[in-house]
């Protein structure tokens, strides 16, 4: 069972993590760590974030999005239960520093918060990645 201070924790631990892999993969591309988050490298940083976290003692998978509307996308999923996407603002038009770098979410509240960020006509794309998740031998 999740308590509110697990969830706080585990939100500050990806947080203060992600900064340091925009970092990282800021100077391996050679971008500015500043832009990383919308950049559209998921294939750098959540490898990265997967990694790190199940350092910490978390159960983080990568899940990967391959469609016809774009070559490919990952974030990562804890628990089976929690999205975390540290390069989801590549979906917007342009990237907006009023809104999280990183998508932190309850799967089952998925759905509204795309929907709260105007990203409906981009929601298969992580609900595709997921029911791949929900389909795969290992699970």
């Not at 585990?10 to 760590?33: M, R, T």
């Not at 309850?106 to 389909?135: C, G, M, N, R, T």
Request: aromatic share 8%; net charge negative.
């Amino acid at each position: 069972m999740k308590t509110e201070s697990n969830s706080d924790e585990l939100e500050g631990k990806i947080n203060s993590a992600i900064e340091e892999i925009y970092k990282d993969v800021g100077l391996k591309c050679n971008l500015n760590a500043e832009s990383v988050y919308f950049s559209g490298r998921c294939e750098d940083v959540s490898p990265a974030l997967v990694e790190k976290l199940n350092k910490e003692g978390f159960r983080a998978k990568l899940v990967h999005y391959g469609g016809w509307d774009i070559t490919s996308h990952e974030f990562v999923l804890i628990d089976d239960t929690l999205v975390v996407d540290p390069t989801w603002q590549q979906f917007l038009s342009e990237p907006d520093p009023n809104l999280p770098r990183v998508l932190i979410c309850d799967v089952s509240k998925l759905d509204q918060v795309l929907e709260k960020l105007s990203l409906q006509d981009k929601k298969h794309i992580w609900q595709k990645a997921l029911d791949e998740v929900d389909k795969s031998p290992h699970h």
